[in-house]
């Protein structure tokens, strides 16, 4: 026993072995004891003068703790400092206590001027920029805050939780909240248990909107992801019928028995015909008691309670005549019915869920029937289920999201991947093109009554549509030309699409104006139309010059220029024969084009027992005297058909 150096051997008086240990001072953990007494003096140093905490705390960090790095802790010196602070922390809380004063002023200087406030307040100060800096480890605060509430009365958390959202937008910040999240989390729900539901209402509600506001809302940590049942939450009534009951018995114990299956709906469909039964019963006495206007303006609140409401009904059966009456009682459990409903009709995960589908025909019958209850129960009957329908829609999309597994909200930009990185992964395949049409396809039961609605949106006339280009046009507005609607490729072929349809005119300006061409004249100011439509104007003046130049050349001179055709023997046929053609087009160009029909006519005879080209014409225009050499009578045309038609026996 001697060789061990921690005590020594002593035989007593009955002959067994007892060994008595003598303390003997540990080299390392004296050397522990003196860096911690080191690290409290300097931090009580620190913070018993009310300078800013940027201006001490690195300076005070070094000297407390000498580090091997000279401005960032490794891991043994983190954990160092983070069990002296804690000890710190204990004992200033207990001064606190001592002295009778609250914990978050202890040690505060009486002068008004101060605003530093007390010695824990400057320590968490310090503390924080050091860990804002990344000189520390990020959890250190977050670890002395849970100790600081744990540690405190509920009077002294409020404060302590005030200093908590007063370095919200600090403690929130990414880098360093990610280390700290989950203790922060384990405060909150701490502070939360210890309260009172009844007495602390608005202190909770300060706690859940600091939750909100630092954790992101696709958070797992506040999401039911099993959705599991409060089955804790039990309704008591009357078991025992007693005396001079105002109302039927039976029908007290199946009313408030209803609770117990709203309480738990995924033991519902073994329970189903028992529940239809009893659900069946309610709803045909909420029918035999119908409530008028009267019913409900008897019931309604002051205006200065129009914001109160109750959590749990009294189930006295002296009560149960009177809250048949009540409007806001009976709403109340119509939804829970709605709610019970949309949870049934929603596609169970597991197989042991699939017997919903087969209930699915029964739940629609009594899903319609309270349905109607609800609109006839006033005041408000069709807006209050209209709004209670929007809300089990919405709810929808959070149960979806659930199921997918909670995906962030937040979708950061795809980076492009160049071609050396392999081969593209093959998309998936959707029924309807991508994830969210499928999904919308299988929610909705009615979709062609859906795409029939009239109240879905409709074209919009041509005029509406291309009522803001012509504001960009106009130079009044001050819209740039880079953001006009004409650079909006959507716009202008949704534009174009419509102009087809409802104006073919505008539509056919598109070729030579443009987009802004399509845009009908009477939507344009002055300036603009002239500007815009003024081109097209001239152009079309010009064509119709040039026509009316075209049809006042003399009939003398196109005859000049009229070709000589050949007949089946080769011989040379009469100018007159031949019918002028119609020009557009004066001067040179009408020259070389009879040019062409002489050389065609000379070097290509026609068919045998086909006349040429030349020879059929039809009528003489209008515009051409009859009386000139280039006219022909009708009778001469038939005549001439005649003479080069085939012969009767071919």
């Known amino acids: 026993m001697e060789g061990l150096g921690l005590g ?153 939780f005030a200093y908590i959202e007063g370095k919200q937008e600090v403690l929130g910040k990414t880098e360093l909240f990610g280390r700290g999240k989950l203790v922060m989390l384990r405060t909150c729900n701490q502070l939360l248990r210890r309260l009172s539901k009844a007495n602390d209402v608005v202190f909770c509600g300060r706690i859940l909107m600091f939750l909100a506001h630092v954790f992101p809302l696709y958070e797992r940590s506040a999401v039911n992801i099993k959705g599991v049942f409060n089955t804790s939450n039990e309704t008591n009534y009357e078991k025992d019928q007693p005396d001079d009951v105002p109302i039927d018995f039976n029908f007290y114990k199946t009313f408030w028995g209803l609770q117990e299956h709203f309480s738990n709906p995924a033991a519902l469909i073994p329970r189903w015909h028992i529940f239809s039964a009893s659900l069946t019963i309610v709803l045909s006495a909420f029918d035999a008691q119908p409530l008028g206007d009267d019913d409900s303006t008897s019931h309604q609140l002051d205006e200065g309670d129009d914001m109160t409401f109750n959590t749990k009904y009294l189930t006295s059966s002296n009560l149960m005549s009177l809250e048949l009456k009540d409007p806001s009682f009976r709403r109340h459990v119509l939804v829970q019915c709605l709610i019970v409903f949309d949870y049934l009709k929603t596609p169970g995960k597991t197989e042991k869920e699939a017997a919903r589908e087969s209930l699915k025909d029964e739940v ?219 020009s557009d087009v004066a001067g040179a160009k009408e020259e070389e084009s009879q040019d062409d029909l002489e050389r065609q006519g000379s070097d290509h005879e026609p068919l045998e027992g086909f006349p040429s080209t030349q020879d059929i014409s039809p009528d003489p225009p209008a515009a051409m005297d009859n009386d000139s050499p280039g006219a022909r009578s009708p009778g001469e045309g038939q005549r001439y058909f005649k003479k080069h038609s085939h012969p009767e026996g071919d």
């Open 8 to 160: 020594q051997a002593m035989v007593d008086a009955g002959g067994g072995l007892r060994v008595q240990l003598q303390h003997v001072a540990d080299p390392v953990f004296s050397a522990l004891q003196s860096d911690r007494n080191r690290i409290l003096d300097v931090f009580k140093q620190a913070i018993s003068h009310s300078s800013p905490a940027a201006a001490v705390a690195l300076a005070t960090m070094q000297e407390a703790m000498k580090p091997q790095k000279h401005a960032v802790l490794v891991q043994d010196e983190n954990q160092l400092l983070e069990n002296a602070l804690r000890l710190l922390l204990q004992e200033l809380v207990g001064a606190a206590v001592d002295a009778g004063e609250p914990v978050m002023q202890y040690g505060r200087s009486i002068d008004d001027s101060d605003n530093s406030g007390g010695l824990i307040t400057r320590l968490l100060d310090i503390v924080l920029y050091l860990c804002e800096k990344s000189h520390v480890e990020g959890g250190m605060v977050f670890q002395l805050l849970e100790d600081l509430t744990e540690v405190s009365t509920i009077k002294d958390c409020k404060e302590v």
């Open 364 to 582: 629609k019958v009594l899903e319609d029937r309270v349905k109607r209850l609800l609109e006839s129960t006033p005041p408000k009957g069709k807006d209050f289920l209209k709004s209670i329908e929007h809300l089990l829609e919405r709810e929808k999309n959070w149960v979806w999201w659930k199921r997918d597994g909670c995906p962030p909200f937040e979708k950061n930009v795809s980076e492009r991947k160049s071609s050396i990185e392999g081969t593209k992964k093959r998309k998936q395949r959707w029924r309807l093109g991508n994830k969210e049409l499928s999904q919308l396809w299988k929610w909705a039961d009615q979709n062609p009554n859906a795409l029939t609605d009239p109240q879905r949106v409709k074209t919009p006339p041509v005029h509406e549509y291309w009522t803001a280009l012509a504001e960009d046009m106009d130079p009044m507005s001050g819209i740039e030309a880079e953001y006009s609607h004409k650079n909006d490729k959507v716009y202008c072929w949704k534009g174009l699409r419509f102009s087809a349809r409802q104006d073919l005119e505008g539509f056919a300006r598109f070729t030579e104006l443009g987009i802004e061409g399509v845009v009908p004249p009477e939507l344009l100011t002055q300036e603009v139309r002239l500007k815009v439509h003024g081109k097209s104007d001239k152009s079309k003046q010009k064509a119709a010059k040039k026509g009316d130049d075209a049809a006042t050349v003399p009939p003398s001179e196109e005859n000049q220029n009229g070709s000589v055709a050949v007949d089946d023997g080769g011989a040379a046929q009469d100018v007159d024969d031949v019918i002028p053609m119609d």
